[in-house]
Nanobody, 115 residues
């Protein structure tokens, strides 16, 4: 059973920084893709924010966070460094991974960006 455990969320002022961490019970290199989704307040759908693929192709970033967020990983942890945070970055951030059998989700960590 794969477990993904996020940490690092919190309250930060606009322009500030946070680093989210996701510890995986499996080596991150064993997933086809691993990354971060977020769900904004009041929205039903989660948005893929950033991801890394096993092939090592350039990481994916959604347009709204390009140049501000950086995804990286080590053997068992994936990080999301978030800089120049904006109020619209507020939401629940979920670690996500997939392989050829299933998709895996963490429990989420909340980020609030205040003015």
């Amino acid at each position: 059973q794969v477990q993904l455990v996020e940490s690092g969320g919190g309250l930060v002022q606009a322009g500030g920084s946070l680093t989210l961490s996701c510890v995986s019970s499996r080596s991150t290199g064993n997933f086809t893709k691993i990354g971060w989704y977020r769900q904004a307040p009041g929205k039903d759908q989660r948005e893929l924010v950033a991801s890394i693929s096993k092939e090592g192709i350039t990481p994916y970033y959604t347009w709204s966070i390009k140049g501000r967020f950086t995804i990286s990983n080590t053997e068992n942890t994936v990080y999301l460094q978030m800089n120049a945070l904006k109020p619209e970055d507020t939401g629940d951030y979920y670690c996500w991974a997939c392989d050829n059998r299933s998709t895996y989700w963490g429990q989420g960590t909340h980020v609030t960006v205040s003015l």
